[in-house]
């Protein structure tokens, strides 16, 4: 079997979500990777102020892509389309060159906001595939389609395989019942819809993959589901990342100290991925995917039928399906999944993760925090909410008068309230539990060469969280706060007087609750006189060691 970049040599690959976090960093490594790929075709949505070439000029200009060459990145080749619309909004001659034309398919566009109007979502995350299904089976050259999903796809499940699991609906027939109603009926209609599903995000990439079982059958593809993605790891920059989305949003408010508790389980595990692993994952599926259709077409066993028989719910234009036919469970299991997770292998708990990030911030700090790096974990709910507004309404309250009384804008309040928005989308994520399982995953990376597992590395056992979070704290710093890396000792000095603060806070509203106290009874008074004594024996300890020894931990703290 001929390894990756042999397989890549001389391919015209096309992609979907190039402007993306995940499609930006595939481009880039199908290109300083496989440098013999003839072209890459990029499905890009214009907007009002851009074309779509226009938006490519500008997404080559990355530092994501400054180490690949001039003459690379002239094989990029911005198609506009739309997921949205139509037929991708594409007219007949791009459909004519992305069926003539095109050998490998990364499908990674999506929308990514979760509570999206369940009609958009629907058109981008499913009637999307749909079209694109559509297109390749008048394709005479196609020998891999990669779908890029989600690994919570099915999260109304505990345990979740690598197969496609049914999800009850039949999408079509959903969408059309849905053509002549109001937002707001389909919105009082959506937690019906949903069930056990906290969005339309998942739900709606769940029908994504149902499009592949019953409409690309005699297509080469494959689903890869990532769980939540982060930052690169190593490749091609340590800590990349563009976006506030998922894991990212929340890190940098532990970083801002805009964040100081989160509603979670403890022992729950967050899974998190670095999109360098997502990427290699993603290119090995689809170099696995050709060599098994070129192997079936050898021995015979492709399939040339384009759809399978109909079910009794399509057949009468149904909502719900109740039962499949054999064909479709077979082909279910039959299609190729890959659940590119952590959490399998190396798994980090919320309470590790907490740990982790606090002291990355702490090592790494941000410019102009609001407060030092603490959270805590609150696993009740309701507890949860009068922590939280102790803790992030209160004091962004006092800031924001505090800014108002000096003539300036408030701003705490409403970062608090952003923050919190955010938060709530992905609530649902820090309080469940899954078992995926990777089987596939294992399999696929045994295939392959050892240059390519070091290569195309999607081991995530290698993976170590305290570096990844190092980096993914200097990444958010530098690239996507665009933040001054050798500000670091003024970052510092400034994160210990924020401490040395918190600290006298605490201090001064322990002592006012005291004497409130110490009036009332004798004992309170002893204990206050008690530590009083204590309190001026240790001042005098901290003087004594600040002359004695100069370069003490007392004496670099006063002078900072």
């Not at 909004?89 to 990364?106: H, T």
């Not at 309250?397 to 309040?413: E, I, T, W, Y």
Request: aromatic share 10%; with cysteine.
């Amino acid at each position: 079997m001929m390894s990756i970049r042999e397989f890549f040599a001389g391919k015209t690959v096309a992609v979907t979500g190039v402007t993306g976090f995940v499609g930006q960093c595939l481009v880039e490594k199908l290109l300083r990777s496989c440098p013999e790929i003839k072209r890459i075709y990029a499905l890009i949505r214009s907007n009002k102020s851009q074309s779509a070439e226009e938006r490519l000029v500008q997404l080559l200009k990355l530092q994501v892509f400054n180490r690949i060459q001039d003459g690379q990145l002239q094989k990029i080749v911005a198609i506009p389309s739309d997921l949205s619309s139509d037929q991708l909004g594409l007219d007949e001659n791009m459909r004519d060159i992305l069926a003539d034309e095109i050998q490998v398919f990364f499908h990674c566009a999506a929308t990514l906001r979760f509570n999206e109007p369940l009609r958009v979502a629907y058109k981008i995350n499913t009637l999307a595939v749909k079209n694109l299904v559509n297109i390749f089976h008048n394709s005479k050259h196609l020998q891999a389609f990669v779908h890029v999903s989600t690994a919570y796809s099915y999260c109304e499940r505990d345990e979740i395989g690598e197969e496609i699991y049914p999800t009850g609906w039949n999408s079509d027939e959903l969408f059309n019942s849905m053509s002549w109603m109001k937002e707001e009926t389909v919105a009082k209609l959506l937690p019906d819809i949903l069930h056990k599903r906290p969005n339309t995000y998942t739900l709606t990439k769940a029908f994504g993959e149902e499009i592949l079982v019953r409409e690309a059958v005699g297509l080469p593809c494959c689903v890869v589901r990532p769980s939540i993605i982060g930052a690169t790891y190593s490749e091609p920059i340590p800590g990349w990342c563009t976006n506030l989305n998922g894991a990212t949003g929340i890190i940098v408010g532990y970083g801002k100290g805009l964040l100081h508790t989160l509603h979670a389980h403890r022992n729950t595990k967050l899974d998190i991925i670095p999109v360098d692993f997502v990427v290699n994952g993603i290119i090995a599926a689809a170099w696995k995917t050709a060599h098994t259709h070129m192997g079936n077409k050898l021995v015979g066993k492709a399939i040339v039928t384009s759809q399978l028989p109909t079910t009794p719910a399509q057949e009468h234009g149904q909502v719900l399906v109740t039962e499949e036919n054999d064909e479709v469970k077979k082909r279910r299991k039959e299609i190729p999944v890959y659940n590119l997770v952590t959490g399998t292998d190396n798994p980090v708990t919320l309470q590790e993760w907490n740990s982790i990030i606090i002291n990355a911030f702490s090592d790494y700090p941000l410019d102009k925090v609001y407060s030092a790096p603490s959270v805590t974990l609150v696993s009740n709910k309701y507890l949860h909410r009068i922590v939280a507004f102790m803790v992030h309404n209160v004091p962004a309250g006092f800031f924001d008068l505090a800014l108002m009384s000096v003539g300036k804008k408030p701003r705490l309040f409403r970062l608090a309230r952003r923050m919190k928005l955010n938060i709530e989308v992905i609530q649902y994520f820090l309080t469940q539990h899954w078992d995926w399982k990777n089987d596939n995953v294992l399999r696929l990376r045994s295939e392959m060469t050892k240059s390519d597992q070091k290569e195309f590395d999607f081991n995530t056992r290698s993976i170590s969280w305290k570096y990844y979070m190092d980096v993914y704290a200097r990444g958010a710093k530098e690239f996507l706060l665009k933040e001054d890396v050798n500000g670091y000792p003024a970052a510092r000095r400034h994160l210990r007087r924020l401490r040395i603060l918190g600290y006298g806070l605490q201090i001064v509203l322990f002592i006012t609750a005291w004497r409130l106290i110490v009036p009332r009874t004798l004992i309170a008074k002893n204990a206050w006189h008690l530590f009083i004594s204590l309190w001026f024996k240790f001042i005098r300890f901290f003087q004594i060691s600040s002359t004695v020894h100069p370069r003490s931990f007392f004496a670099r703290l006063l002078s900072s």
